[in-house]
């Protein structure tokens, strides 16, 4: 471990956090060779947050497109909905481990916080999740589900009121209260070590998904699709094909409304190399290093950084970026829950929609997975808005006249 | 050529008083103001002049710098535009010019092109706080500030155990910036009461200077770090003067501060 993956990853945080970073990774590589931790943790998950979670085949959308056999890793049937819950398992076992007693995450779609928000309870911390207030605008019912668990939230209204500064501000609050808290940093991006802890949390996915697969197909999937926010999905599902070489790894980021300045979250395509949040990766900015405003119809997407692992795997030619606009993600939102019954999340509907372009023009026996990171439960407002459902907006209003 | 910073640092020592360092970021509070505010703070009594050039997303800057950055991006301020603020001030005011930064604008702008253009402008050290030594090997950056000949400010705080003060001594220049508290910057009414235990360990790993910042704002203050440290660096409590004073007049609240800074 040493926080680099080629050019990309580091640790560029101000000095004052450089101890605690340093005791973390002391921490979790004690732990990582430690079976007992290694046992809870696969406790955890499976008395807790329901793993494995299932591989479902697509049967009625493969036939529709008439092309690959498509593969849903169902992420979205873990506790709280999504895989973020994986991850924060491990980090609550580590944060256990170094006798701290309160939890500070940052959120955007809200998945990661209720995530926290929920190990915080079921594990005895106190817990702290930062949220801009743009993205509780869009995410209410979430913000309401944590503090049912009983974490705080606290809006943040500087810069662009989203993901990137919600971490900016728990970054901060660690800053202050280094002494007796955890920073439960909810993706794989970060000063080292998180980037790598969390892609090691989320390994379980692609290791649970390489085995269905191979037991379902008898064969390697042709493709692996996973949409990339800050990239925790995508790391979980790749890392179980990385060595695969047969294996196209495919991420997929939000095009947004379109291909214009902050439109879209597509770091590939408009960001440029940079250092922020302490770490070294594509960003969205201008010339001079300004962050730029990002813009997604997923709150999960809508980030202007990307996981530094994922840089370096697409420098190394080894994983692919596409993407996916706003509307194709709620086409694909549809035809899921028309054709197999399941709501995916926004965020993973954009992995969803670029498979739904691809698997026509690929052969029939080809298999095609998807990591299908959450469920759409939490998205109710934003599609029922997206779909103009006139008997929603009325119940909406009905509800605003009893209170 | 004897750097200015020395040259100033040896003239407190002579004087047996504890020198005054003052921020400000450069586009605030609008860019044609931070000229005139920072010769005000000159007039004040300021040894030093610290530039900050203001970031997105500035990660050790509590909220009232976060909204100076804030609003001097939405006035347009630019990294060359700062610069051309630093030479302003470099020529203009007879004080060593600090300048203050978040890596990725260095990075941004080519590491080695601005350690050039900062020397150029006049200054005579960079205070980078996200650049840690450990990513010296890929960046290169005190490399070129060494090339360019200006001076690498390096930041310690209370929670930097005794091998990373030394590492960090060791290639520190001009003087060591010691955060007061292990915490964000803003202005505090009291000093951490470990701060005197923190910067005699400090004093035991190195010889230059020491200067410290984050939560600094009255005389009192100033004055409780003499024996201790040869700077006060004041940030945070400046900018709430400009905050407070409104439209007009900045200038000589700015100036009346400072100098209550000094004599009370």
Redesign the interface.
């Given at each position: 471990m040493n926080g680099?993956f080629g050019?990309f990853g580091?640790?560029?945080?101000?000095?004052?956090l450089?101890?605690?970073l340093e005791e973390l990774e002391r921490t979790y590589s004690s732990a990582r060779s430690d079976p007992d931790f290694r046992k809870e943790f696969t406790h955890q998950l499976k008395s807790f947050a329901g793993r494995p979670t299932p591989l479902t085949f697509a049967a009625n959308l493969t036939k529709r497109l008439g092309g690959a056999r498509i593969y849903l890793k169902n992420e979205g049937l873990n506790h709280t909905g999504a895989h973020k819950i994986t991850h924060c398992i491990g980090h609550a076992l580590i944060a256990k481990r170094m006798g701290k007693r309160r939890l500070i995450a940052e959120t955007g779609a809200g998945q990661h916080g209720l995530a926290t928000a929920a190990v915080a309870a079921r594990f005895g911390f106190s817990c702290r999740v930062y949220m801009g207030a743009v993205d509780i605008e869009r995410q209410r019912p979430n913000v309401f589900w944590m503090e049912r668990l009983g974490a705080e939230v606290i809006p943040v209204r500087?810069?662009s009121a989203t993901l990137?500064?919600a971490v900016?501000a728990a970054?901060?609050d660690w800053?202050?209260n280094?002494g007796d808290s955890y920073y439960l940093l909810g993706s794989a991006v970060g000063p080292h070590p998180y980037p790598t802890m969390t892609r090691d949390f989320q390994s379980v996915v692609g290791r649970e998904a390489r085995r269905q697969i191979l037991e379902a197909e008898g064969k390697l999937p042709e493709r692996v699709a996973a949409c990339v926010g800050g990239g925790s999905n995508a790391m979980g599902i790749f890392s179980g094909f990385i060595r695969d070489s047969g294996v196209k790894l495919v991420g997929v980021e939000a095009g947004g409304t379109g291909t214009a300045d902050g439109r879209n979250a597509l770091r590939f395509r408009s960001g440029?190399v940079?250092?922020?949040?302490?770490y070294?990766s594509y960003?969205i900015?201008n010339?001079?290093?300004?962050?730029s405003r990002t813009h997604s119809i997923a709150a999960g997407l809508d980030y202007a950084g990307v996981g530094p692992e994922l840089a370096y795997l697409r420098s190394r030619g080894r994983v692919e970026f596409a993407s996916a606009t706003d509307s194709e993600a709620l086409s694909a939102f549809t035809a899921l829950s028309r054709h197999e019954g399941i709501f995916p999340a926004l965020e993973s509907a954009h992995a969803l929609a670029y498979a739904m372009k691809v698997a026509p023009r690929m052969r029939k026996s080809d298999a095609l997975l998807v990591n299908l990171s959450g469920r759409g439960d939490k998205d109710l407002f934003i599609v029922a808005r997206a779909l103009k459902d006139a008997g929603f907006s009325s119940f909406l209003r009905a509800e605003g006249r009893r209170r | 050529m004897a750097s200015a910073i020395d040259e100033r640092c040896r003239a407190l020592r002579r004087e047996g008083r504890m020198g005054l360092m003052t921020h400000i970021v450069a586009g605030y509070p609008s860019p044609r103001k931070t000229v005139p505010i920072a010769r005000a703070m000159v007039r004040g009594g300021a040894d030093f002049l610290e530039v900050q050039i203001p970031?997105?997303?500035?990660?050790?800057d509590?909220?009232t710098i976060?909204?100076a950055c804030?609003r001097a991006?939405a006035n347009g301020m630019?990294?060359k535009k700062a610069l051309a603020i630093a030479s302003e001030l470099s020529s203009g005011t007879g004080v060593p010019i600090v300048l203050m930064a978040?890596?990725?604008?260095v990075?941004?702008?080519g590491t080695a092109r601005f350690c050039a253009d900062a020397k150029a402008a006049g200054v005579g050290g960079l205070i980078v706080?996200?650049?840690?030594l450990?990513?010296e090997a890929?960046e290169h950056f005190m490399r070129s500030c060494k090339a360019s000949d200006i001076y690498n400010i390096?930041?310690?705080?209370?929670?930097?155990?005794d091998l990373?003060l030394r590492k960090?001594a060791r290639g520190a220049q001009g003087f060591m910036y010691c955060?007061a508290r292990?915490?964000?910057t803003g202005a505090r009414r009291e000093l951490d009461p470990n701060l005197s235990s923190y910067l005699r360990r400090i004093k035991r790993v190195s010889s230059i200077p020491i200067a410290v910042g984050f939560g600094i704002s009255s005389r009192a203050q100033v004055q409780a770090l003499s024996g201790h440290a040869e700077i006060a660096v004041v940030g945070s409590a400046i900018i709430q003067v400009i905050e407070r004073q409104g439209r007009g007049g900045e200038e000589r609240a700015v100036e009346r501060f400072v100098m209550g800074l000094r004599r009370g």
């Open positions: 680099h050019e580091g640790r560029y945080v101000p000095e004052m450089i101890p605690a500087f810069g990137k500064d900016n970054i901060k800053i202050e280094v440029t940079g250092v922020a949040e302490g070294k960003f900015q010339r001079d290093g300004q962050l | 970031f997105s997303d500035p990660l050790a509590g909220p976060m909204g804030e991006l630019t990294t978040y890596y990725n604008t990075f941004r702008h706080p996200d650049m840690p450990e990513e890929s390096r930041v310690v705080s209370p929670a930097s155990t990373r960090n955060t292990q915490g964000i």
